[in-house]
């Protein structure tokens, strides 16, 4: 979306302050939600493999909600999350952390899922799917290094894979009810 789409032009500067300080108050909010989800579901013991495969749609869920959340203007904002520089200490830097230690939270409860586990054996393209995102985990050192390239690439290859296994969580029965 072009960025005469954002902002009223009849508006003057003045009037536009109130409407850019609430919007970046929502910014704030939603960012500390992200990150507060992180930190709720890092403590949290799933207990059983039916818990781990909730818990990783609810992670899943949280991290699209995030990206998503802006209604008509989410392709532009996703295309700012993918693509911008941004320091470590923005709001783009410290989501584009919380979005990759999600992930990774995601990898780490549903590997604990044993293989011998008969939700595993029914749900083996979910395992598979996890295959696939711990790849692109491994592959990549985490935002903190600042490469925005690398980071590009990393959500490039990262998305689609989360997209697909919340979907396949979802339809197998782990996901919101």
């Known amino acids: 979306m072009h960025a005469a789409h954002l902002s009223t032009p009849s508006k003057t500067a003045a009037e536009d302050e109130p409407q850019a300080g609430q919007a970046q108050g929502k910014e704030e909010q939603a960012l500390a939600r992200l990150e507060a989800f992180h930190?709720?579901?890092?403590?949290?013991a799933p207990g059983d493999a039916a818990g781990c495969l909730r818990i990783s749609y609810a992670i899943i869920y949280e991290i699209i909600t995030y990206v998503a959340r802006h209604g008509d203007d989410s392709a532009a904002y996703l295309s700012v999350f993918m693509n911008s520089e941004a320091p470590?200490?923005?709001?783009?830097?410290?989501?584009?952390?919380?979005?990759?230690?999600?992930a990774r939270l995601v990898v780490s409860v549903l590997s604990s899922v044993p293989a011998s586990s008969p939700?595993?054996?029914?749900?083996?393209?979910?395992?598979?799917?996890?295959?696939?995102?711990?790849?692109?985990?491994?592959?990549?050192?985490?935002?903190d290094t600042g490469d925005t390239q690398q980071w590009t690439q990393f959500w490039d290859r990262t998305q689609p894979i989360l997209l697909e296994l919340g979907s396949q969580l979802d339809q197998a029965g782990f996901g919101a009810e």
Not at 39 to 44: E, L, R, T
Not at 89 to 98: E, M, N, P, Q, V
Not at 119 to 143: K, S
């Open 39 to 44: 930190d709720a579901m890092h403590g949290m």
């Open 119 to 143: 939700l595993w054996i029914r749900n083996q393209q979910i395992f598979a799917l996890l295959g696939a995102l711990e790849h692109g985990l491994m592959v990549y050192d985490g935002p």
């Open 88 to 102: 470590a200490d923005s709001t783009i830097g410290r989501a584009r952390k919380s979005v990759f230690c999600l």
